[in-house]
């Protein structure tokens, strides 16, 4: 039976650590690091995603500012928006929730976020600066999820890594992130021919395509680390992953649950990248 790989609690850890280094900031330089989350349109997914990062943000004594549309805001509003943001010394970070409304591009919205307060790392300078491996900040649930691995000592170093779905939140930078670590990695989605051949090849598979229970015992190695990133709510309310959890977890060394792996460090790490922000922009000051 696969060993639990408990996001709460390794986030929790972070979040201590968190915590220490904003009283410090606001001790010694007088300043408490802001998040500015944008939310357009009442999608009730959204709604629980932004009240989780206000929660945690009050939890390490971040200060949250929460920005609610409706529905039919105007592009321009919410580019005037994110310009008054920009200009505001309390911001540091600023994070618009996907997906957006169709009357709005989301191409031009992320790339207006000024770089410095993109902690999201979406906008095309801060991907581009990943991939030449000269980072501030890294894309939340990437590198939560690298974090992880990490916290339980789980080698990347050298090892066969599928992650499946190509996205540009997830699976294109969790490539990237393994590949600077290192792993051997294939990325796969939709087109991919004999994905399951694929993945039993791997140790360490990572899942993030938005189909319930999608990879299967049969798909997967013994002694296989699986990460599941999906989050996925069936009618009963009940939230499952990517991962057919029962059968996988049989068969894998080490699983994360859904809910209580990946979440927790999507939002942990975007606490971090929010006060990475502020001592960078704390030392352009100085
Ligand atoms: P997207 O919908 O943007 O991308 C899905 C990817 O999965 C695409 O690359 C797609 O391939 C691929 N895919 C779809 N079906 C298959 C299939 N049958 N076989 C192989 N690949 C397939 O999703 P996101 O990356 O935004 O999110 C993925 C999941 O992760 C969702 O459930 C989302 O809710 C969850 N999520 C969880 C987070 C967390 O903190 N836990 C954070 C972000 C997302 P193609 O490109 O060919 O279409």
């Known amino acids: 039976m696969a060993e639990i790989i408990n996001g709460k609690i390794v986030s929790e850890k972070i979040r201590a650590d968190i915590r220490c280094e904003v009283q410090k900031l606001k001790a010694t ?5 802001g998040l500015a989350v944008i939310v ?3 999608d009730p997914a959204s709604a629980v995603y932004v009240r989780n990062k206000h929660k945690a943000c ?7 500012y929460q920005i609610q549309y409706p529905d039919g805001i105007s592009e321009e ?7 008054e943001l920009n200009l505001d010394d309390r911001v540091n970070g600023i994070l618009v929730q996907l997906p ?7 191409k031009r919205v992320i790339e207006r976020i000024s770089p410095e307060k993109d902690v999201d790392a979406f906008h095309p300078i801060n991907v581009g600066r990943i991939t030449v491996g000269n980072y501030d900040f890294l894309p939340c649930t990437p590198a939560g999820i690298i974090s992880l691995l990490d916290y339980y000592g789980i080698e990347i170093c050298g090892k066969r890594c599928v992650v499946i779905g190509r996205s540009n939140i997830v699976g294109k930078p969790m490539a990237l992130l393994m590949t600077e670590r290192n792993a051997t990695v294939t990325l796969c989605h939709s087109r991919t021919l004999n994905l399951d051949a694929i993945c039993r090849e791997a140790d360490i598979i990572i899942v993030a395509i938005g ?6 015992a049969d798909m997967v190695k013994d002694g296989a680390v699986v990460i599941d990133v999906g989050i996925n709510r069936m009618e009963n309310g009940k939230l499952v992953g ?17 809910p209580g792996g990946v979440g927790p460090m999507t939002i942990t790490t975007l606490l971090k ?10 030392m352009g000051h100085i």
């Open 29 to 33: 330089a007088g300043i408490i690091p």
């Open 40 to 42: 357009v349109g009442g």
């Open 58 to 64: 009050l939890d390490v004594g971040i200060e949250s």
């Open 77 to 83: 509003e919410l580019l005037r928006k994110i310009d």
């Open 100 to 106: 957006l409304p169709d009357n709005i591009s989301e």
């Open 211 to 216: 189909k319930a229970e999608f990879l299967r």
């Open 242 to 258: 990517d991962v057919a959890f029962d059968e996988v977890s049989a068969k894998a060394s080490m699983i994360t649950p859904v």
């Open 273 to 282: 990248n929010t006060l990475l922000a502020a001592k960078l922009h704390i």
